[in-house]
């Protein structure tokens, strides 16, 4: 190490050896920023598809819960009381709303009872939906942009038929 200034000399050896890489850390950044774009947008989007999986099994499982309780038996609501059209209409779809899901696009909605072990003694009830999701993700092919994703929740009626019945409600 040299004490002092450098010398005319030295200064323009050190310019000649720097010279080649002047641009590479700009031809660096042009690499690298799309990349590291791409990566952040796609945590971003994989992360809003969990968030509406998450609300659709939410929402499922507000509609099961509501199905599998027992209603008011002394309670008059002055129409007839379909439980599939209620929680349907009522439970389900507003719930996934209330989070800008829209539920024109909701593919293959069931409910409906089941039973819930192989011996069929625990009779449950089921609801299952699916809805198609976009991920937008750039430089990304389209065919793999588009998922479908799908929930099913169920649980046990309350007050289930008796054992050997033979059929679930």
């Known amino acids: 190490m040299r004490d002092g200034p450098m010398t005319p000399g030295e200064r323009k050896l050190t310019f000649r050896k720097n010279r080649g890489e ?21 945590l971003f989007s994989f992360g809003r598809a969990w968030d509406v999986y998450q609300t659709m ?10 199905a599998v309780m027992t209603q008011c038996a002394t309670c008059d609501t002055g ?15 507003p719930a996934l709303q209330a989070t800008g899901i829209d539920t024109s696009k909701v593919l293959n909605y069931s409910q409906g009872y089941t039973w819930l072990d192989p011996s069929n003694t625990v009779c449950g009830v089921y609801i299952s939906f699916q809805y ?11 065919p793999i942009t588009n998922i479908t994703l799908s929930t099913r929740v169920q649980m046990r009626l309350e007050n289930p038929p008796s054992a050997g019945a033979g059929t679930c409600p």
Request: no cysteine; proline share 9%.
């Open 22 to 42: 002047r641009g590479a850390d700009l031809v660096e950044a042009a690499l690298v920023l799309p990349i590291l774009l791409t990566l952040m947008l796609a």
């Open 57 to 66: 099994t939410r929402a499922a499982r507000e509609g099961v819960h509501d």
């Open 79 to 93: 129409m007839d009381y379909d439980p599939s059209t209620y929680i349907h209409d009522n439970i389900v779809f």
């Open 132 to 142: 198609p999701y976009q991920l937008s993700i750039p430089f990304v092919p389209v």
